[in-house]
């Protein structure tokens, strides 16, 4: 069964700090690997989508990896800001599923501190 | 172009009563998808339409839960009767036509509580 962990589970920051956040999964045949910020009382919305084929992908100061083999995945946040903070979630959709069901981790709550 | 919208943003009802939660996906999006967050878990998968019909409902968790997706478009979840471990965020999402290698927008969720 596919689990996915968030450490740390919060984080706190001064403005400027290049950060680094983790996600883990125990299986690693997935189909690719999702990464969601969600700001309190608000949806999720995509931030960088990698298929199990691509190391990594790049949005402006936000660049993501993937390590299928070892199951980890990391979100670098460049020159962070106080706009940054939000929860960030990870998820990752499964090979051999003929669904687009999404296993999600619990978040990293980031504070950015002016 | 409209994301995927939502209704009620915010619902608050007794115990035994009946709610009816409904989505709107991104126009020409096939796949719909339910998920939920209840305090302190993780968002966790209900289930996944492809047009109108269920491709999987493996997440729902008893009978008191109907999700509906007539005609392929807007669909609805209804939770009847509403129990206190109902009360949580429901999380409605879609993405286009080929399922897996896509990326998936949500709502911005129903927020439901029981009392």
């Known amino acids: 069964k596919q689990e996915v962990t968030q450490i740390p589970a919060a984080l706190s920051v001064p403005e400027g700090e290049n950060l680094v956040l983790n996600c883990s999964f125990t299986?690693?045949?997935?189909?690719?690997l999702q990464w969601f910020r969600q700001d309190p009382g608000k949806g999720l919305t995509s931030l960088l989508l990698?298929?199990?084929?691509?190391r990594e992908q790049t949005s402006g100061r936000l660049n993501a990896s993937l390590d299928k083999s070892s199951g980890r995945s990391t979100l670098y946040i460049a020159a962070s800001q106080p706009g940054d903070s939000a929860t960030y979630l990870c998820?990752?959709?499964?090979?051999?599923?003929?669904?687009?069901?999404?296993?999600f981790g619990q978040g990293t709550t980031l504070q950015v501190k002016p | 172009e409209a994301g995927v919208t939502q209704f009620p943003s915010h619902s608050v009802i007794e115990k035994g009563q009946t709610v009816t939660l409904r989505c709107d996906p991104i126009s020409g999006h096939d796949n719909l998808y339910w998920y939920r967050r209840v305090m302190g878990k993780e968002i966790k998968f209900l289930l996944h339409f492809v047009k109108e019909s269920k491709q999987d409902e493996s997440g729902m968790p008893n009978n008191r839960f109907l999700a509906e997706r007539t005609g392929g478009t807007y669909s609805t979840l209804k939770v009847q009767p509403a129990e206190l471990e109902d009360s949580g965020v429901y999380f409605c999402a879609s993405s286009q036509r080929e399922t897996g290698g896509g990326t998936i927008y949500f709502g911005e969720g129903s927020w439901l509580t029981v009392v």
């Open positions: 998820a990752v959709r499964n090979l051999g599923s003929n669904t687009g069901k999404l296993i």
């Open positions: 299986d690693s045949a997935i189909y690719n």
């Open positions: 990698i298929q199990s084929s691509q």
